[in-house]
């Protein structure tokens, strides 16, 4: 099992079945709203002196979310797409197995909880601090999705979200459409590969969505996968 996966698999375990602490100790909630720009949060979660793991959040208007992992010193983040809803005033992104995550909002920003929605007792608390959003294009990631291509538009779909993102004109995306044209064995979604991306503002669409995943390189393509 690979490291990156052994680690997540740790968080997961931590967030379930971690203990809580007492009513009197919680810091005050505050009502959670998403601003129309969308939102940054990121923070790091320490498992030893030599192991630890950054996570970063965006939140999107119209409830897609991308979740960013990073373990240790990785020079690029994995990333992974899904669906945020919020529930009494508590943040719920669902994105699958590996991409499912609870928090609240603090004074300090988002406290991830465990998967009852509890507090988290750790030496130091796991904290996702709001980052500008102006940033959002700094953020290189590593993602598998499945890319379409139709009336000269290009669309990244994901198994855990009925939301698609547009793909912006790059040298990348032109490699990505080569492949899907002479690929037969598609999912019905599109042809599923692995990309190096970033998310860009994209003010410019007629869409109301104002996002695009500008690609940096296709990695590689997967013939015949389909959403489990």
């Not at 020079?75 to 928090?103: F, H, M, P, T, Y």
């Not at 030496?123 to 500008?132: G, N």
């Not at 190096?196 to 503002?201: D, E, F, N, P």
């Not at 410019?204 to 389909?226: C, D, I, N, Q, Y």
């Amino acid at each position: 099992m690979k490291k990156f996966d052994i680690l997540l698999l740790s968080i997961l375990v931590l967030l379930s079945f971690s203990c809580v602490n007492s009513p009197s100790n919680q810091e005050t909630e505050e009502d959670f709203k998403v601003d129309a720009a969308g939102m940054i949060f990121e923070g790091k979660i320490v498992f030893s002196k030599t192991e630890s793991m950054a996570t970063t959040v965006f939140l999107l208007p119209d409830s897609l979310f991308f979740i960013l992992k990073k373990v240790n010193n990785d020079s690029i983040w994995e990333a992974n797409a899904g669906v945020w809803r919020i529930a009494k005033d508590q943040l719920l992104l669902d994105g699958g197995n590996e991409s499912r995550l609870v928090a609240r909002k603090t004074a300090e920003g988002l406290e991830v909880l465990n998967n009852a929605g509890e507090p988290v007792i750790k030496d130091e608390k796991f904290i996702l601090k709001q980052q500008p959003i102006n940033t959002l294009a700094d953020y290189q990631f590593r993602l598998t999705a499945a890319y379409s291509y139709f009336a000269d538009a290009a669309l990244m779909h994901f198994c855990t979200s009925p939301k698609a993102v547009p793909v912006l004109i790059t040298k990348a995306n032109i490699d990505a459409e080569r492949a899907f044209l002479n690929t037969e064995k598609k999912s019905e979604k599109g042809l599923f590969m692995e990309v190096s991306a970033r998310l860009q503002h994209n003010p410019e669409t007629e869409s109301p969505f104002k996002f695009g995943l500008e690609l940096e390189a296709v990695e590689r393509g997967f013939e015949g996968m389909e959403c489990l």
